[in-house]
């Protein structure tokens, strides 16, 4: 299976600019995909497809990369962007998660 | 908007089978793809599987012997059956949308599931 390897855990100020890395333990083309989720709710999609903002989410939010290594952008961050983010592929079977990174925010 | 929406019993005892109803509204499951993601306690996510609008299915291969998806169009439902559940199945269980066979763009709210005698 591909292992997604994300940081478990960053910690941010108001304002700042935050990259999320996700690192594929082989090639995924551009299909990767990235959601937010808070405490108690379902997950959110944010980018699908390495660089394309879904629907709704606001353009503080971005995402880049293909191959092996991908990242989310959030500039500036806000207080409500604290959650949990993960990546997902869908080039290789099976589809496959990273263990997700805890964003808080100082 | 596609809302789905997660059913079932919160209590399986081990070598029995789960069995979970996701309810849409907003869409019809003859068209797009359906999916089961499980959350594990410690945060990691395994999708299960999902079923085309035909009908076809896929599933996880490490999940192949025991999983089955099926749908009931004339209630806009599809469902999750898992056998022989072990305490390793716990875990908070989602249905959700399918965009192409690619990304989950609506989700449901989850429902916890506990394996345990």
């Known amino acids: 299976d591909t292992v997604l390897t994300q940081s478990p855990a960053l910690a941010v100020s108001p304002g700042e600019r935050v990259s999320i890395s996700c690192r594929a333990s082989?090639?995924?083309?551009?299909?990767m995909h990235w959601y937010q989720q808070k405490p108690g709710q379902q997950p959110k999609l944010l980018i699908y497809?390495?660089?394309n903002l879904a629907s709704g989410v606001p353009a503080r939010f971005s995402g880049s990369g293909s191959g092996t290594d991908f990242t989310l952008t959030i500039d500036p961050v806000e207080a409500d962007d604290t959650a949990t983010y993960f990546c997902?592929?869908?080039?290789?079977?099976?589809?496959?998660f990273g263990g997700g990174t805890k964003l808080e925010l100082k | 908007e596609v809302q789905l929406q997660e059913s079932g019993p919160g209590l399986v005892k081990p070598s029995q089978s789960l069995s979970l109803t996701c309810s849409v509204t907003?869409?019809?499951?003859?068209?797009?793809?359906w999916g089961w993601i499980r959350k594990f306690p410690g945060n990691k996510m395994e999708w299960m599987g999902y079923?085309?609008?035909?009908?076809?299915?896929s599933y996880n291969p490490s999940l192949k012997s025991r999983i089955s998806i099926t749908r009931d169009t004339s209630k806009n439902q599809f469902f999750l059956q898992l056998n022989s559940v072990t305490t390793e199945d716990t875990a908070t269980y989602y249905c959700?949308?399918?965009?192409?066979?690619?990304?989950?763009?609506?989700w449901g709210q989850g429902v916890m599931v506990t394996v345990s005698s």
């Open positions: 959700a949308s399918i965009v192409g066979t690619d990304y989950f763009d609506y």
């Open positions: 907003g869409y019809s499951i003859t068209s797009n793809y």
């Open positions: 079923m085309s609008y035909s009908g076809s299915t």
């Open positions: 082989e090639g995924v083309n551009s299909y």
């Open positions: 497809k390495a660089s």
């Open positions: 997902q592929q869908s080039w290789n079977d099976p589809w496959t």
